[in-house]
């Protein structure tokens, strides 16, 4: 490529971020803002915007790749049409985007936030969280937090243990994305850095619950999202394998937000714009939050503690337990042939392995698996006839 061209490109890129302070609202993060942990040096021909490069890392990052077999509520049940974690987090993108477009907000941001929200979900769903928790928890790590989780993939873990170098602003609304949460309004905390954000994750990581609040309006929208793109389609899963009917969704929810995923999300979805433009939060009506406080109740007390999905959970338990204990006791005898340093370890870089200790490692690995890879490790290392039928 000519360099006239490159001398083209960057002078769209700079007309690009200088037109930001008139297309996008006041409230809106710019690109000229984006901050990185380490400074970059540029390829003369790269002329894309930093969040813009957030997003092309986190797609093309492993961690990501991993998404493809991650349950998101339901799994191992044999249904093509079930919602998997990488359905989820392109739902939250594409909701997020939404919102954000009528509230003149930067999209690239929402979207490097979005797709990276859950890249640090274990194996088999909040249900696997809790166990390797209890597990880090008693070989003297802390508490184990998905989100948390989510920035040492990113910041830590990718590129052999360099990390993607992303912004400040997307690694923020990564760890601070709690859709579980729930809230009427929320308001940025603009005034973060990456010692706040350091700071914020060892604090994390000492609690066993936590409450992180975003610096960006972005970040604000991406949270409340995670929960418009689930709450719905947890129903419609449901309702798909049997264990609801839709009639049992509470007679105040079907009114005001709807009895199918299309409805609740669009309702949603109008009443946060409706709530939040030209305003420097993001909010829900009060009517609305209400009755989504209520279906979230509802889901958590009719499928998300349902016996009928819970059926394997011992199983899995013993797995997490066999993993973590067989991958200890290699890492300690230096097994070369152990798959915790031919599928993980190999390569990676002095850095990561002097800054983390055996069982930091361990959590690690056993966090970054698929459920399917999770599984065939059970089968090679137990004879429990529950994971030979994975192999």
């Given amino acids: 490529m000519k360099t006239i061209h490159h001398e083209t490109l960057h002078a769209i890129k700079n007309a690009l971020n200088q037109g930001e302070t008139v297309l996008l609202s006041p409230q809106a993060s710019q690109n000229a803002h984006g901050l990185r942990r380490k400074e970059e040096q540029r390829l003369p021909h790269d002329y894309r915007q930093c969040y813009a490069i957030d997003v092309d890392r ?20 044999k249904n093509d049409h079930i919602t998997h974690r990488v359905l989820h987090v392109q739902l ?51 508490y184990f937090h998905h989100n ?32 579980e949460i729930h809230n009427i309004c929320l308001e ?3 005034k973060k850095s990456f010692e706040i954000l350091d700071e914020e994750l060892r604090h994390a990581r000492r609690k066993s619950q936590h409450t992180l609040v975003p610096m960006t309006l972005e970040g604000c929208i991406v949270r409340m999202a ?25 007679s105040r929810c079907a009114q005001i937000l709807g009895k199918t995923n299309g409805e609740i999300v669009y309702t949603l979805v109008t009443d946060i714009i409706v709530n939040s433009f030209q305003k420097p ?35 899995i338990r013993i797995g997490f337990e066999t993993l973590f204990d067989c991958y200890l006791h290699d890492l300690a005898e230096e097994n070369p ?7 993980f370890l190999e390569d990676m870089s002095d850095d990561y392995r002097n800054d983390h200790s055996h069982a930091h490692m361990v959590r690690d690995f056993i966090a970054g698996m698929t459920d399917r890879y999770f599984l065939q490790q059970c089968a090679s290392l137990t004879s429990v006839e529950f994971f030979k039928t994975y192999r």
């Fill in 58 to 77: 986190i797609l093309n990052s492993r961690s990501y790749t991993r998404y493809i077999d991650k349950t998101q509520v339901f799994s191992l049940i």
């Fill in 92 to 142: 939250v993108s594409k909701i997020a985007r939404t919102i954000g477009r009528f509230l003149s907000l930067n999209e690239d941001l929402i979207e490097a936030i979005a797709l990276g929200h859950d890249i640090g979900h274990v194996p088999f769903g909040h249900d696997g969280e809790r166990i390797l928790s209890r597990l880090c928890q008693a070989h003297g790590i802390g």
């Fill in 281 to 315: 939060v993001i909010r829900f009506s009060p009517e609305v939050s209400e009755a989504l406080a209520e279906l979230k109740a509802f889901n958590l007390r009719q499928i998300y503690t349902h016996p009928a999905i819970k059926g394997h959970l011992e199983y």
């Fill in 188 to 190: 940025p905390d603009r």
């Fill in 226 to 250: 995670d929960t418009i793109s689930y709450i719905g389609r947890d129903i419609e899963d449901a309702v798909r394998i049997g264990i609801i009917d839709r009639k049992s969704i509470p």
């Fill in 148 to 179: 948390v989780q989510s920035i040492q993939f990113l910041d830590r873990i990718e590129r052999k243990g360099c990390g993607l170098n992303l912004c400040l602003q997307t690694l923020d609304g990564i760890v601070g994305h709690n859709g």
């Fill in 337 to 343: 042939a152990s798959v915790i340093f031919t599928h």
